[in-house]
């Protein structure tokens, strides 16, 4: 054999050799993540064929397959499109999936390899394979108190509610408004889908937005408790100590600019306890403890709580922030500013509720879930979710004693629309200004009971028809707050 020919013969075999080797890559190692692909038309086709699992809160589908007669033989349906979109999201054959359609996509068509037994009965029964079912963590009432105070605001009001158990991060709560109900979205009439999701994106309100996971906004001041838990961690502070009070702070850097309090008060006198300046929000105190505090101790406080990283993976989520970058330097109003939850302080409502829910579990900050047990069709446990400690945010100490200063915000300071008749309920108020044409941020966090924390609370209204002057989160978001607690805990 002449040299041309044997390289042609190694040349050929190496490229069958390639050629093996991808189809092999394709087929075993990288199909799980082809078939997870939005837009994959044969997996669609294939998944519409058959009877997808049902999304569950306890025994009652809040999203569930039927038969239909058509090419696809199954419609999915969400029997409370509105309430559960968030958490559901939705199934398009035409835009794919979202939400826990998404994220648990491969248990709820059948396709996951922990179901492969029941897939190899269906085969030798020549039966259509089926999916396994999730059930989720939601609380129903909890669920429903929170969209009913969120729908019963005035004018065409945005907001978002969340609830989690403190001690183990299981979300009993999440919804927003406005929303948007996805049977529109799994119709098997296509034009009429197309023209849904061309109106549900051209809304500037944007109903598919997932409010309580994805839309970042300036706390306000319910980061002081973020505030004061570095000012208790690293200043050795404790809810009796002195601070700063009075009307105004000015300092070294502050030029011209000086911060003031919310109405113009003095927060009780130059020298109040912390106690007192958490119950009247005092932006002085708060401010002023930023700055002793310092960026660096501040910016390991907030990410200690959670700030920078994806809250969840089971549905779409984005990171809060103490600043728009970490490595820039604040200057001392930027970083008062920042103490009291303002310049680039921003965060998703499920990242203040894991902050309280934290400072209720004695410090330790639990992974948010909501998916509680995945089951195969014929109803065998596959996996049941078990609670996981992040971190340790902050010591016992100091969440004992800031836990201690939130009761007295509803008992005796801003947060009293959240007090609940013989329970202790801990919380604090937050009112966020945006920009000069548009109405502040109301926001209101809480856990109750205070003695034996069984829910943590966040609600921000994002806009109101309620006059400008009139919008607090003690006001408008306190009073949802309460309603979901009371839902929890049987009140």
Same mark, same amino acid.
Not at 270 to 281: D, G, P, Y
């Given at each position: ?13 190496? &490229? ?46 809040? %999203? ?6 058509? @090419? ?13 979109? /968030?958490? +559901? ?56 108190? =929170?969209?009913?105070? &969120? ?9 978002? =509610? ?24 799994? #119709? ?7 023209? =849904?999701?061309?109106? &549900? ?51 070294? !850097? ?18 109040? +306890?912390?106690?007192?300046? &958490? ?36 549905? %779409? ?7 728009? /970058? ?33 400072? %209720?579990?004695?410090? %330790? ?10 089951? #195969? ?25 800031? #836990? ?8 005796? !300071? +801003?947060? #009293? ?7 202790? @309920? ?66």
């Amino acid at each position: 054999m002449n040299r041309p020919i044997r390289v042609m013969s190694i040349v050929c075999l190496m &490229l069958f050799v390639a050629l093996l080797l991808g189809v092999n890559y394709i087929q075993f190692v990288d199909a799980d993540t082809l078939n997870a692909k939005n837009g994959n038309r044969r997996v669609i086709d294939e998944q519409f064929a058959r009877e997808r699992g049902p999304i569950l809160v306890g025994d009652r589908p809040i %999203a569930e397959s039927v038969p239909v007669d058509d @090419v696809w033989k199954f419609q999915r349906r969400y029997p409370e499109g509105k309430l559960y979109s /968030d958490i +559901t999201g939705y199934f398009s054959y035409t835009y794919g999936r979202s939400g826990l359609e998404q994220s648990q996509n491969s248990i709820l068509s059948g396709s996951d390899n922990r179901l492969f037994v029941n897939r190899v009965v269906d085969l030798i029964g020549s039966n259509q394979p089926r999916g396994g079912s999730v059930s989720v963590t939601i609380n129903r009432k909890a669920q429903r108190a =929170a969209a009913e105070g &969120l729908d019963g605001l005035p004018g065409d009001a945005k907001g978002a =509610a969340v609830a989690i158990d403190p001690s183990t991060g299981a979300i009993l709560a999440m919804t927003g408004t406005p929303t948007y109900n996805p049977n529109v979205l799994a #119709s098997h009439k296509l034009i009429a889908v197309t023209e =849904a999701w061309d109106r &549900l994106n051209a809304d500037e309100d944007q109903p598919m937005l997932n409010r309580s996971t994805q839309q970042t906004l300036p706390p306000g001041s319910t980061f002081k408790i973020v505030t004061a838990a570095a000012a208790m961690e690293n200043l050795d502070l404790t809810p009796s100590s002195k601070v700063k009070g009075g009307s105004a702070l000015s300092a070294p !850097g502050f030029g011209s600019y000086q911060l003031v309090n919310q109405g113009g008060g003095n927060c009780g006198g130059k020298n109040i +306890t912390l106690t007192q300046a &958490l119950e009247v929000s005092c932006n002085v105190t708060f401010g002023d403890l930023s700055m002793k505090v310092g960026q660096a101790a501040m910016q390991a406080q907030a990410d200690a709580f959670g700030f920078g990283t994806r809250p969840i993976e089971q549905v %779409a989520s984005n990171p809060s922030q103490f600043t728009g /970058d970490p490595d820039a330097e604040l200057d001392p109003p930027q970083l008062a500013q920042s103490g009291i939850g303002q310049f680039e302080v921003s965060a998703t409502p499920l990242q203040m509720a894991m902050a309280t829910g934290a400072i %209720a579990n004695g410090g %330790a900050l639990m992974k948010p879930y909501l998916v509680s047990t995945v089951r #195969s069709p014929d109803l065998k446990t596959i996996e049941t979710a078990k609670p996981e400690k992040i971190r340790d945010a902050i010591s016992g100490g100091t969440a004992a004693g800031l #836990s201690q200063m939130m009761v007295d915000v509803v008992d005796n !300071g +801003t947060g #009293s629309s959240a007090a609940i008749s013989g329970v202790e @309920v801990g919380g604090k108020t937050g009112t966020a200004q945006s920009t000069s044409d548009r109405p502040p941020y109301a926001w209101f966090v809480s856990f109750a009971p205070a003695d034996d924390p069984k829910v943590a609370v966040a609600v921000v209204v994002e806009s109101s028809s309620t006059g400008r002057d009139d919008i607090s989160g003690g006001r408008l978001a306190g009073p949802i707050a309460r309603s979901v607690m009371e839902a929890v805990i049987g009140r």
